[in-house]
């Protein structure tokens, strides 16, 4: 299997443009994905409402807490 490569493009309204230098045989086979440089207001809207529903659940009031004995490897460069 030949390796992957990602190359970093635009679309210039005709054509996929490759934003680095690189030699493409005919035939190579590519997989496009499409980056959208800007969200709806509704969308942003939606991730946002997701985004702190899953914050509330992860820093909710029945969440353990968990004492310094549990920790197996401290981090010498966390400061307190």
Not at 10 to 26: C, N, R, S, V
Not at 50 to 76: F, G, I, R, T
């Amino acid at each position: 299997m030949k390796p992957l490569v990602t190359l970093p493009a635009h679309f210039d309204g005709k054509e996929i443009i490759l934003d680095t230098a690189f030699t493409l045989q005919p035939n190579d086979k590519l997989l496009v994905t499409i980056l959208k440089s800007e969200i709806g207001a509704d969308e942003r809207k939606e991730w946002i409402t997701s985004s702190l529903s899953q914050l509330n659940k992860a820093y909710s009031n029945d969440e353990p807490e968990y004492s310094l004995s549990l920790v197996k490897e401290p981090n010498p460069e966390y400061k307190k």
